[in-house]
């Protein structure tokens, strides 16, 4: 966690000594909110790009680590999903809506299937879904080799409308047989719960105006940088980068590269 206050007055001491309302609080709060958006997609670009290095990777250990470390404080793990209807439709937008991508399905069934099939008995557990592209999904479920089984779901991802994000789980889970006694009466016999990495959320720099002039003001809206801490000059120096670019300052966006790049040459030494 990262104080946004911190950030802020880091930024404004950069950019202007003398005008501290400078760089406004409402253009800070965008800027911050695009600035850890781009760190944070950065993670997987940076890790993707270094797993796929060849050879010897023991010199790139620390990094991949590092990478994982900053990455794991928005990992969400096993949180429940809704199953909608007899499609074995799951809303994310619903159920996860600060889902940025999923790790992990896994699936229960404990209801009594309608057919039973060697190798489709009822898991003792909870299973890893498999997941499956849409595009090839008629294929899987064709397949007598590859079909789905409770032993070995499947799950698809899918847009229902543009904004509209969903899974689906093959075999389907039924989402209207519950237990009718014991502790879990009235609960759905099948389970479907799903592990992801959360997308950071928005940063607010909250103030109160004196004299003209915002002066911070912490309080319930109030909502600090969740990136590690070892990124707090990185998001100085890329907001102060796109204020300079925004607010057409090219002697901004010049200081915001050299200390960027300051940075850069210290982390390679």
């Not at 007055?9 to 781009?38: C, M, S, W």
């Not at 004299?211 to 969740?226: G, S, W």
């Not at 801490?229 to 796109?242: D, H, K």
Request: hydrophobic share 35%.
């Amino acid at each position: 966690m990262i104080n946004i206050d911190t950030v802020y007055q880091k930024v404004l001491l950069l950019a202007n000594k003398e005008q501290r309302g400078y760089i406004t609080p409402q253009e800070f709060n965008l800027f911050a909110d695009h600035a850890q958006k781009e760190i944070f997609e950065q993670y997987f670009y940076d890790l993707n790009q270094f797993n796929r290095i060849p050879g010897n990777q023991t010199k790139y250990a620390d990094i991949v680590n590092n990478i994982k470390e900053k990455i794991s404080r928005f990992e969400r793990y096993d949180r429940q999903a809704t199953i909608l209807n007899q499609y074995s439709d799951i809303n994310l937008n619903d159920d996860f809506p600060d889902l940025y991508r999923i790790t992990m399905v896994r699936v229960s069934y404990k209801s009594k299937p309608k057919y039973v099939y060697i190798g489709q008995e009822n898991p003792s557990s909870m299973v890893i879904a498999e997941h499956t592209p849409l595009s090839e999904l008629t294929s899987l479920l064709n397949s007598k080799l590859t079909a789905p089984s409770r032993l070995r779901p499947i799950y698809t991802q899918y847009a229902a409308f543009p904004l509209n994000k969903r899974i689906k789980i093959y075999p389907k889970p039924s989402f209207t047989e519950t237990y009718s006694t014991g502790p879990r009466a009235g609960q759905l016999k099948d389970r479907v719960v799903v592990s992801y990495i959360a997308s950071p959320r928005k940063p607010n720099w909250t103030y109160q105006v004196v004299n003209q002039k915002p002066f911070f003001n912490d309080n319930n809206e109030t909502r600090n940088f969740e990136l590690h801490e070892s990124e707090e000059q990185e998001l100085v120096y890329r907001i102060l980068g796109l204020a300079g670019i925004t607010l057409q300052r090219p002697d901004l966006l010049q200081t915001a590269a050299g200390l960027q790049g300051a940075t850069l040459n210290q982390e390679k030494q």
